[in-house]
């Protein structure tokens, strides 16, 4: 293997020279954490460019999600998807619900939302989807069975960031949704994360439970944990999202590249655009036919590795062949058919805001000469 590695996803970073001051006025203030000036100001700029009512800052997506639970009391059977990242479903385990996998629709890797009423039962009381690689979830219909059935409705967004339907963003869907700004997102504050709500009352259960359940001083409302995101990731955070948009333009440009060199490729199948959605261009999956390439999936990731292309299989394998959770009559692959191919031909290819064209020549000729 020759020069450096090309991993699946590398952060977008301020200028230093950009962060300093911002450095400076958190060793002046002495104000580390705890709803500190930097983060209100980042909550408030968050919540404008979403076009969201209120947005909770977070040390990470997954207390986000876990205090999110709690914040919508959610008890019992949660439906979910299989086809994510460990910490959806390991924020239902962590609430002490039962998770319970329904299938995804294969254009769209998200939770079939025909699938979704067959899987109620009476300790049913909430669906946990995810906007997975920032494809929006059948939101009309999934609100749907949640009226009818009286379910929560709580969006794993942690891809969807700056992704839109109709103009409006995706991440203001649901009683609920959770952000990851983890340094692999397309935007980052190092670690970090959000819930966002319409509902004031909502934001400020959230912000209690965040901060150990205090509403003042002395008074604590409830048993909650320590969720709190400190000034130096918001400091980061506020210069990170003014070039946001410039970094999802410039993802566009690879998924374009990377369509325009694939598609026509026999037994590769690449992501399309969705009508009406502005895509974030988070992440690259392709699905590897192996018959029809000539390679299976794993093949190729290793061959890719070979040559320092560090692709990634998001996501295999699924969470319901943990051992914690395969046990569980949701988690038999029959049940999961659609997810359980997905993750066995699924490879998502390095894409970032830097990666040069070089790099993309590099990509796409590994995938292209066998
Ligand atoms: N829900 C969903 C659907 C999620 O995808 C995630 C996180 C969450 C919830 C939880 O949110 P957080 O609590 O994380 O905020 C990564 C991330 O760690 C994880 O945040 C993310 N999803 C998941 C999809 O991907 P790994 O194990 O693949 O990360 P890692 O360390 O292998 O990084 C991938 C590549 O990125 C590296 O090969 C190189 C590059 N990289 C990574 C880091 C950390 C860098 O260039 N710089 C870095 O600092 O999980």
């Not at 261009?281 to 036919?289: E, G, L, Q, T, W």
Request: a negative charge.
């Amino acid at each position: 293997m020759n020069g450096k590695k090309i991993y699946v996803t590398s952060p977008s970073l301020p200028d230093l020279d950009e962060f300093i001051p911002y450095l400076r006025e958190i060793w002046e203030s002495k104000w580390l954490t705890n709803n500190g000036g930097f983060h209100q100001r980042f909550e408030n700029l968050l919540a404008e460019y979403l076009g969201v009512p209120y947005v909770s800052l977070f040390t990470n997506g997954m207390m986000a999600l876990q205090i999110g639970m709690q914040a919508l009391r959610i008890t019992g059977e949660v439906i979910t998807t299989p086809f994510t990242f460990a910490a959806t479903t390991h924020a239902i385990h962590w609430n002490s619900c039962k998770p319970v996998f329904c299938d995804i629709e294969p254009e769209t890797c998200t939770m079939d939302p025909d699938k979704v009423e067959a899987l109620i039962t009476p300790q049913t009381t909430a669906l946990m989807p995810v906007h997975v690689y920032g494809n929006p979830c059948h939101h009309e219909k999934l609100q749907k069975i949640a009226v009818t059935y009286g379910l929560k409705l709580f969006y794993d967004a942690a891809h969807a960031f700056g992704v839109k339907q109709d103009g409006i963003s995706i991440c203001g869907r649901g009683d609920l949704a959770m952000l990851s700004f983890h340094a692999t997102k397309v935007f980052n504050t190092f670690e970090g994360g959000a819930l966002v709500t319409r509902d004031p009352a909502m934001k400020k259960r959230i912000d209690f439970l965040k901060n150990f359940g205090f509403a003042d001083e002395v008074t604590v409302v409830a048993p909650g944990s320590n969720g709190k995101m400190d000034e130096f990731r918001a400091a980061l955070g506020i210069l990170n999202l003014r070039k946001v948009e410039e970094g999802i333009a410039r993802r566009e440009a690879v998924a374009g590249r990377y369509r325009e060199a694939l598609q026509g490729v026999p037994g590769i199948t690449v992501p399309q655009d969705i009508a009406g959605v502005r895509h974030n261009y988070a992440y690259f999956p392709v699905r590897i036919h192996a018959g029809e390439y000539g390679m299976t999936r794993d093949e190729l990731y290793e061959k890719l590795k070979k040559d320092g292309i560090m692709s990634r299989r998001y996501f295999y394998p699924l969470c319901s062949s943990f051992p914690t959770y395969r046990g569980l009559p949701s988690a038999r692959p029959e049940n999961l058919p659609v997810a359980n191919e997905v993750a066995g031909e699924i490879l998502c290819l390095p894409i970032y805001a830097d990666l040069t064209e070089e790099e993309q020549e590099k990509v796409i000729d590994g995938i292209v000469e066998q």
